[in-house]
């Protein structure tokens, strides 16, 4: 007689195949539309005459809205499995590049907004389900969060770096004439990372709690979950000064041929730095290391903010982009540290609603400032001073590492 247990999938080997579609999928919708947001402010630019805070708006609508549905889709999605949810939210991804492609056609403030509003869910759904997943093959597979995350984001930052290397081109060699092409190209390779999706393993779904305002509030209102919530923030203050700002300001100074070369330090150093991050603070302790990330950052920041040149802007994009890409490994881990897999849902979504009104509210402010200051400098200067008081804050964490959320 066989034995049954012959029969059941190896957990190890199931968690990599899982840990590694999702990778793979996140490399291609990354390099399509995540990356495309590097030029979408002077996409925006090029066809209409729209003022750089007007322009923001859309960028910060996203962001908005998926801080909203980070809460939202705890309740609207609760008996979507996650596979379900990441597929589902991958496509608004791509229906964004095919909306903004539309766009040069029909250049309706209503068409980008409620594109932004829908992408804005569906980011929330797609990475709340991805990350969740990670996070149940890693139970299965014994590795440690901060490992298994950083891989998933590591896919995520090769797929923007390639995307803002690519896109650039396309951007720089069509004509006026020709340049919804870039989204074109953007939905292509986005549309490869929905095909990938469907091949994900399906995991043992587990009914989640149960979500209640009361234990929402309760979560929000721990130590540990606020703590590493104004983090999130802060951190998704840096994504948003890249995205509001860093590509209007390049081109200015030194000419649209510059954009890439300065912006592309940024998912570089998130690239390099996403899977190292996880490591490390398994290995240091989450509050260490997000320390040593703020504090890196407000002295590049400090540095940049005192000498303005290519080599600092580029200095300066790098140092943002490996804040950005630290935080969000750490905060996942902390989630997987900190709840029980039923709970999971509603602690991430309480940690994570933090993020997107950091990058909503970044793309708004850096528009907002540049036009208070003659120059960027002193915003450089003012962002240095927020990461050096969480470089501090990211100290007190230490003290509540036991806590469950």
């Known amino acids: 007689m066989s034995d049954p247990a012959a029969s059941e999938p190896d957990p190890s080997r199931l968690a990599r195949r899982v840990i590694w579609t999702l990778t793979a999928a996140n490399l291609f919708l990354f390099f399509g539309a995540g990356a495309q947001q590097q030029f979408l402010m002077s996409y925006l630019g090029d066809l209409t005459g729209w003022g750089a805070t007007t322009r923001s708006a859309i960028i910060a609508a996203v962001y908005f809205s998926m801080m909203f549905f980070r809460i939202a889709n705890v309740w609207l999605l609760r008996r979507w499995p996650d596979r379900l949810q990441t597929i589902v939210g991958s496509l608004t991804y791509t229906g964004f590049c095919v909306a903004m492609a539309a766009f040069f056609f029909e250049r309706q403030y209503a068409l980008a907004l409620g594109a932004a509003l829908v992408w804005g869910w569906g980011g929330a759904a797609l990475w709340a389900g991805s990350s969740l997943q990670v996070l149940a093959a890693t139970d299965r597979g014994k590795a440690q969060y901060g490992s298994t995350v950083g891989v998933l984001y590591t896919a995520t930052h090769l797929g923007f770096t390639l995307g803002v290397v690519g896109l650039n081109w396309v951007y720089a060699s069509v004509g006026e004439g020709s340049l919804y092409l870039l989204y074109v190209v953007a ?105 040593g990330s703020f504090l890196f950052v407000a002295a590049s920041l400090a540095g940049c903010g005192m000498w303005s040149s290519p080599a600092t802007i580029g200095i300066a994009s790098a140092a943002l982009g490996l804040l950005s890409s630290s935080v969000p490994v750490i905060a996942s881990a902390i989630v997987g540290d900190s709840a029980d897999r039923q709970r999971r849902p509603l602690a991430y979504g309480s940690v994570f609603v933090y993020h997107g009104a950091g990058v909503a509210i970044a793309a708004l402010a850096g528009a907002a400032l540049r036009s208070h200051f003659p120059t960027f400098q002193p915003v450089f200067l003012i962002f240095a001073g927020i990461f050096a008081v969480c470089g501090v804050v990211s100290v007190a964490l230490q003290r509540w590492a036991e806590q469950r959320l």
């Open 187 to 291: 939905a292509g390779v986005s549309l490869l990372g929905n095909v990938v999706l469907l091949t994900t393993p399906r995991l043992d779904h587990v009914e989640p709690e149960r979500p209640s305002f009361r234990a929402l509030l309760g979560i929000m209102g721990k130590a540990k979950a606020f703590i590493s919530g104004f983090l999130q923030f802060a951190a998704a203050l840096s994504f948003g000064l890249m995205l509001g700002s860093f590509g209007d300001v390049i081109k200015v100074s030194y000419g649209k041929g510059w954009i890439w070369l300065l912006a592309a330090p940024y998912p570089l150093a998130r690239l390099l730095w996403g899977w190292a991050s996880g490591v490390i603070s398994d290995r240091l302790g989450r509050a260490w290391s997000l320390a």
